[in-house]
Nanobody, 124 residues
Framework: QVQLVESGGGLVQAGGSLRLSCAASGRTFSRYTMGWFRQAPGKEREFVAGIINSGENTNYADSVKSRFTMSRDNAKNTVYLQMNDLKPEDTAVYHC?????????????????WGQGTQVTVSS
């Protein structure tokens, strides 16, 4: 089992940057594929980015490709989401999620563990 805690959210102007972190508990973090999802008010939760357990492969939603970069540091049990050129439509609560030893999935139902989320607000 793994517990996830996100941090790094906040209020930023359009065009700005934020770096989200997700710290995980447990000694098996390096065996989890990790994902970032976001949920805006009145909308369904949507996939943002994913990274396999080794960190060698990543996958991004078309809406964030070339602006967001996901990475992980297995020695620190942490994944990151570097968000550049932020847009008002990026405003949402961002959650990290974990799934055991499987490929990246864009389906939130495929992830077993979730953090509480961190709010990102982008003003125009």
């Amino acid at each position: 089992q793994v517990q996830l805690v996100e941090s790094g959210g906040g209020l930023v102007q359009a065009g700005g940057s934020l770096r989200l972190s997700c710290a995980a508990s447990g000694r098996t973090f390096s065996r989890y594929t990790m994902g970032w999802f976001r949920q805006a008010p009145g909308k369904e939760r949507e996939f943002v980015a994913g990274i396999i357990n080794s960190g060698e492969n990543t996958n991004y939603a078309d809406s964030v490709k070339s602006r967001f970069t996901m990475s992980r540091d297995n020695a620190k049990n942490t994944v990151y989401l570097q968000m550049n050129d932020l847009k008002p439509e990026d405003t949402a609560v961002y959650h990290c999620a974990a799934r055991w030893l499987l490929r990246i999935s864009r389906n939130s139902g495929d992830y077993q563990y979730w953090g509480q989320g961190t709010q990102v607000t982008v003003s125009s």
